[in-house]
């Protein structure tokens, strides 16, 4: 079952074309992410998903009902967490998951049980200051255990981790994919690197429709690299590889980078064995998203 249908989508903002026809659809339980650079339609889409935003035509589907500008039924399914999530710095994380709960009508001791629940997930459940001095990356785990409170069928995460350092990054990321059991999570980002890391599908947003989609690994292998490194023990060895092959890339004194097909690779290796050249590493580069997204962008 798809969690989230676009069909047709288009919205303009005065003579710009942001989306021209989106057609997009999100598995149940998937890690969906959302990648285009600058303007390219990412937010525009989420705020017409959550029934902000009017759009010119199209139609969006949340859990199989239609959302409808204006009348947010639909966001009963919806968790969402903003990339500047804002806190009542007053309140400790309970205090607010209660406040949060209390909006959704939820039964106090439900309140109590869901947010204890949500706190250990996110690590936060042996914190009791006021969010006051939260650093960045609490306010960003108590913003996913807010946007899971009322058990949505579907989270909404944009740009989670864009202002985050590594220790963060990697807190974030590992709490929204134990969230995909519970949920399904649709993941807006510039991080190609953490779109890897967790993501199940993923799309590729430019000019306002979709370039690529599909499965990670299924994307990873349509679009394989031809690229090998090399790096040679001493650095004269590697002034002589580059002198005897035309299309290569020096990256550092010692260390070579070679583009061409399999047989091509094997000439070089052929060349490395027949000259008895001693190398530390020969090391195949391996396709990523951010390869194919750079090409997505360049177009």
């Known amino acids: ?3 989230l249908r676009i069909i047709n989508l288009k919205k303009c903002f005065g003579d710009k074309e942001v989306l021209t026809g989106l057609d997009l659809s999100v598995p149940e339980h998937s890690v969906f992410g959302f990648v285009g650079k600058n303007g390219a339609g990412k937010t525009t889409t989420m705020k017409m998903i959550l029934g902000l935003l009017k759009p010119d035509s199209g139609e969006i589907f949340v859990s199989g009902d239609k959302v409808r500008y204006g009348q947010t039924s639909t966001n009963r399914y919806i968790g969402y967490l903003p990339d500047v999530p804002e806190f009542y710095s007053f309140m400790t994380a309970r205090e607010y998951l209660r406040l949060c709960g209390e909006s959704l009508e939820m039964g106090k001791k ?8 949500l706190l250990s997930l996110v690590g ?4 009791s200051h006021r969010m006051k001095g939260f650093s ?8 996913i255990a807010q946007a899971l409170l009322g058990r949505p069928k579907l989270l909404i995460c944009d740009e989670p981790t864009s202002a985050l350092d590594p220790i963060g990054r990697k807190e974030v990321l590992d709490i929204l994919l134990s969230a ?8 807006s980002t510039h991080i190609l690197a953490d779109v890897e890391r967790i993501c199940t599908d993923v799309v590729f947003l430019n000019n306002g429709k979709i370039a690529v989609k599909g499965e ?21 060895d590697a002034e002589y590889l580059s002198g005897a092959f035309g299309d290569v890339l020096r990256t550092e004194k010692d260390t070579l980078v ?21 190398v530390s590493k020969i090391e195949r580069v391996e396709p990523s998203l951010e390869s194919l997204f750079m ?4 177009k």
Do not use: C, W
Not at 110 to 116: A, C, F, K, M, T
Not at 136 to 143: A, D, F, N, T
């Open 295 to 298: 090409e997505v962008a360049a």
């Open 136 to 143: 960045r990356g609490m306010k960003q785990r108590l913003g």
């Open 1 to 3: 079952m798809d969690m």
């Open 180 to 187: 995909r059991d519970q949920t399904t999570v649709l993941f």
């Open 110 to 117: 439900e309140i109590e049980e869901r947010s204890e629940e």
């Open 258 to 278: 070679f583009s061409g097909k399999r047989a091509e690779m094997f000439e070089v290796l052929t060349f490395i064995t027949e000259h008895k050249i001693p």
């Open 124 to 127: 936060l459940s042996k914190v």
């Open 216 to 236: 990670v690994s299924q994307l990873k292998n349509m679009y394989p690299t031809h690229k090998f490194i090399v790096e040679t023990i001493k650095e004269k």
